[in-house]
C-alpha cells in the first residue's frame, strides 16, 4: 500500500501535467487561428452578397452596414441579419437572412436580396439537409432553379404565382422533391412583403451588427 500511493500520485500529476498542457495547445490554436478564419467568413459573405445584389449598385461596406431584425417586427419570418447596399447613402437594395422552416428535412437559410422597388434581385441557400439528387438542387452548384426568383416582384396581396406550378404558381417543382421548392417559394414571397412593409426602418435603424 505504501509503494502503491507514489504511484498513484505520480500518475495523476502526470495527466493533470498532461490535460493542462492539452489546454494550453488548444488555446493558443484558437487564438492563432481565430483572425483567420473571421477573415474567411467575411470574404465569404461579401462573395455572397455580390452574387446577389450587383456591385454597381452600391459603394458601400454591406457586411459592415448590417441589422438584426428592427424591433417592434411582427412577421413570423426567422430574421437573422439584414444587410443594406446604399449608393450615395441612398438605399438601392437589401440582403436578409432568413429561415425556411418547412423544408422537407428541417430548416433551410436562405439569403434573399430585394431592390427597392420590390424587384427581387437573388436569392442563395445557404445551409439545408435536403436530400441529394433532389431538394438539393435549391443550391445554385447543383441547378440554376435558385436564379428563377431574380427580377421577380409580387404584384398584389392575392398575387398568387408565388407558388410552386403545382399549386397553380410559377416556379417549377423539383421531380420527386415538391416540399422543398415549395418552403423556398413561400419564404421568399414572405420575405417580399415584409421588405416592402419595413423599408423605412430597415435604412434607417443604426448598423448594430458590424460584420458578423
Not at 500529476?13 to 493558443?28: D, S
Not at 417592434?72 to 447613402?89: E, F, H, Q, T
Request: aromatic content about 6%.
Amino acid at each position: 500500500m505504501s509503494t502503491l500511493m507514489p504511484a498513484i500520485n505520480k500518475n495523476a500529476k502526470i495527466l493533470a501535467l498532461f490535460a493542462i498542457a492539452c489546454t494550453a495547445t488548444v488555446g493558443l490554436v484558437h487564438l492563432f487561428t481565430k483572425d483567420r478564419i473571421e477573415i474567411q467568413a467575411q470574404q465569404q459573405l461579401i462573395k455572397q452578397l455580390s452574387e446577389i445584389i450587383q456591385v454597381d449598385s452600391h459603394d458601400n461596406e454591406m457586411f459592415r452596414d448590417c441589422i438584426t431584425a428592427p424591433e417592434g417586427n411582427s412577421s413570423d419570418l426567422l430574421i437573422d441579419v439584414i444587410y443594406r447596399a446604399r449608393l450615395n447613402n441612398t438605399p438601392t437594395a437589401a440582403a436578409i437572412k432568413t429561415v425556411a422552416p418547412d423544408g422537407y428535412s428541417g430548416n433551410i437559410e436562405l439569403l434573399i436580396a430585394i431592390n427597392v422597388d420590390g424587384s427581387v434581385s437573388g436569392v442563395r441557400a445557404l445551409t439545408h439537409k435536403e436530400t441529394p439528387g433532389l431538394g438539393d438542387k435549391i443550391e445554385l452548384r447543383k441547378s440554376d432553379w435558385i436564379e428563377k426568383f431574380s427580377g421577380k416582384k409580387v404584384l398584389s396581396d392575392n398575387d398568387n404565382r408565388w407558388a410552386v406550378i403545382k399549386d397553380g404558381g410559377m416556379f417549377d417543382q423539383f421531380t420527386g422533391a415538391t416540399i422543398t421548392p415549395r418552403a423556398v417559394v413561400k419564404t421568399v414571397r414572405k420575405t417580399v412583403d415584409y421588405f416592402q412593409a419595413n423599408q423605412e426602418s430597415i435604412f434607417t435603424t443604426a448598423s448594430n451588427c458590424g460584420a458578423k
